[in-house]
């Protein structure tokens, strides 16, 4: 080939992919385009909210000159919630903690008066200062009502100990008295070690305790005041194991 139509030929190479990537790009654009307005299409009360935010937070920009104490506030607290509703989204998981679990709703809204909707928790008997503290105290009484509103069908609570001595503990008799005579409670007693080994044998593995809201959701606690919420694909495994 002459030299000079190979650079010919060189050159309509060059305008050819040059020519696709620009298309390329441009049907990119167009495409993000036509998303923008989807994903900010108010379509709900949660859309609604997002809007309101975008809107209050861009006045908040531009009644500052720099960022400040406002605006590091905010953009940390969107970030926090940014990340808790990909991991929901992509993991089936929520992520809960003390300041939640005051708010009482988001636990508590999983359960409907359905027959399903019974209520399996564990308590550790070390962790009575806990239990019987102010935060758990006032979990306990709304988990209460619902009972009484039959929301919630029963509350099925495992009780573990390490020594006799937490059998021993007022507060651990006054609890097993409760669920003995109120009206949709039941509890059982078992030994810790007794019980991480049963969990093994379900092949259940949790850092500290765990318990069923009724047939959908599962709670593990990751330590004394964090709590995960997880949907499970495993319930029927766990509420066979619960059964025993």
């Not at 167009?30 to 307005?37: N, S």
């Not at 104490?69 to 993991?91: G, Q």
């Not at 009484?141 to 503990?169: F, G, P, T």
């Given at each position: 080939?002459?030299?000079?139509?190979?650079?010919?030929?060189?050159?309509?190479?060059?305008?050819?992919?040059?020519?696709?990537?620009?298309?390329?790009?441009?049907?990119?654009?167009?495409?993000?385009?036509?998303?923008?307005?989807?994903?900010?299409?108010?379509?709900?009360?949660?859309?609604?909210?997002?809007?309101?935010?975008?809107?209050?937070?861009?006045?908040?920009?531009?009644?500052?000159?720099?960022?400040?104490?406002?605006?590091?506030?905010?953009?940390?607290?969107?970030?926090?919630?940014?990340?808790?509703?990909?991991?929901?989204?992509?993991?089936?998981?929520?992520?809960?903690?003390?300041?939640?679990?005051?708010?009482?709703?988001?636990?508590?809204?999983?359960?409907?008066?359905?027959?399903?909707?019974?209520?399996?928790?564990?308590h550790l008997l070390e962790d009575n200062d806990r239990f019987f503290g102010i935060y758990a105290k006032e979990y306990f009484y709304r988990?209460?009502?619902?009972?009484?509103?039959?929301?919630?069908?029963?509350?099925?609570?495992?009780?573990?100990?390490?020594?006799?001595?937490?059998?021993?503990?007022?507060?651990?008799?006054?609890?097993?008295?409760?669920?003995?005579?109120?009206?949709?409670?039941?509890?059982?007693?078992?030994?810790?070690?007794?019980?991480?080994?049963?969990?093994?044998?379900?092949?259940?593995?949790?850092?500290?305790?765990?318990?069923?809201?009724?047939?959908?959701?599962?709670?593990?606690?990751?330590?004394?005041?964090?709590?995960?919420?997880?949907?499970?694909?495993?319930?029927?495994?766990?509420?066979?194991?619960?059964?025993?």
């Amino acid at each position: 080939m002459p030299r000079s139509e190979a650079i010919l030929f060189a050159i309509l190479i060059w305008i050819l992919l040059t020519s696709s990537e620009a298309l390329y790009k441009i049907n990119e654009d167009t495409e993000a385009e036509k998303r923008e307005p989807v994903l900010w299409n108010i379509q709900n009360e949660f859309d609604t909210r997002l809007s309101n935010i975008r809107e209050a937070h861009r006045k908040i920009l531009s009644d500052r000159i720099t960022p400040d104490l406002f605006c590091s506030f905010f953009t940390e607290r969107v970030a926090e919630l940014e990340k808790s509703i990909v991991e929901a989204a992509n993991e089936g998981k929520l992520r809960l903690d003390r300041s939640h679990v005051i708010s009482f709703n988001v636990p508590l809204s999983t359960f409907n008066g359905e027959p399903k909707d019974i209520f399996r928790a564990i308590h550790l008997l070390e962790d009575n200062d806990r239990f019987f503290g102010i935060y758990a105290k006032e979990y306990f009484y709304r988990v209460y009502d619902h009972v009484k509103e039959k929301k919630i069908k029963a509350v099925k609570r495992l009780m573990l100990y390490r020594n006799e001595v937490e059998l021993q503990d007022p507060r651990s008799s006054k609890l097993m008295r409760f669920h003995s005579v109120t009206p949709g409670y039941s509890y059982k007693v078992m030994d810790e070690d007794s019980f991480r080994s049963l969990v093994r044998d379900y092949r259940l593995e949790f850092k500290r305790d765990f318990g069923i809201y009724g047939n959908k959701y599962m709670y593990m606690a990751q330590n004394a005041s964090t709590v995960t919420a997880v949907k499970t694909s495993r319930r029927k495994r766990l509420n066979k194991w619960w059964q025993r």
